[in-house]
Antibody
């Protein structure tokens, strides 16, 4: 059974940093891209970032480029999202999702709140 | 970046109705389009991928069509559990982008 479990969401001050993790199981981890998608309170879905299976390709939305860094450790079946210089409009539930087969598998989400 | 425009943004319908939601891409996306259903407090659920392929385990009341830049999601015989928010997303080129969502409400 495919499982994705996000962690790391907390309350952080504007300008602060945070690292989210997405731990995966139930599939050949290194064969699939992993994506981060966020949803601000009461708003729609926003695609944030993606990383290829090997980790050699990384992709970002314009809204986070230069502030967020995605990476993966295939020995630990985990993807990370390093978020720096956080702003109030980064407040959202952050989901990770597995690539392939029409994005069938998602985690339950982790809440990041940026506030003073 | 590719812009995805969904319409309508909200839709009121009755149990048993058939509804259609439209998604338009700002440029061709080679049918790399997925439709999601989302209920409050839950992660999105994939319904249709590659514009018209039904996701495993999803009832056939959901169907997708279209090509090029214009796509539709049709839901037949609405049931109470179908009232939710629906999103399209293109995955033809990075950054992937979502439509703004269509909230389907009970009339």
């Amino acid at each position: 059974e495919v499982q994705l479990l996000e962690s790391g969401g907390v309350l952080v001050q504007p300008g602060g940093s945070l690292r989210l993790s997405c731990a995966a199981s139930g599939f050949i981890f290194s064969s699939y891209a992993i994506y981060w998608v966020r949803q601000a309170p009461g708003k729609g879905l926003e695609w944030v970032s993606g990383v290829s299976g090997s980790g050699g390709g990384t992709y970002y939305a314009d809204s986070v480029k230069g502030r967020f860094t995605i990476s993966r450790d295939n020995s630990k079946n985990t993807v990370y999202l390093q978020m720096n210089n956080l702003r109030a409009d980064d407040t959202a539930v952050y989901y990770c999702a597995k690539g392939g087969a029409g994005f069938q598998h998602w985690g339950q989400g982790t809440l990041v709140t940026v506030s003073s | 970046d590719i812009q995805m425009t969904q319409s309508p943004s909200s839709l009121s319908a009755s149990v048993g109705d058939r509804v259609t939601i439209t998604c338009r891409a700002s440029q061709g996306i080679n049918n790399y389009l997925v439709w999601f259903q989302q209920k409050p407090g839950k992660a999105p659920k994939s319904l249709i991928y590659l514009a018209s392929s039904l996701q495993s385990g999803v009832p056939s009341k959901f169907s997708g069509s279209g090509s090029g830049t214009d796509f539709t999601l049709t839901i037949s015989s609405l049931q109470p559990e179908d009232f939710a928010t629906y999103y399209c997303q293109q995955y033809n080129s990075y950054p992937y982008t979502f439509g703004q969502g269509t909230k389907l409400e009970i009339k």
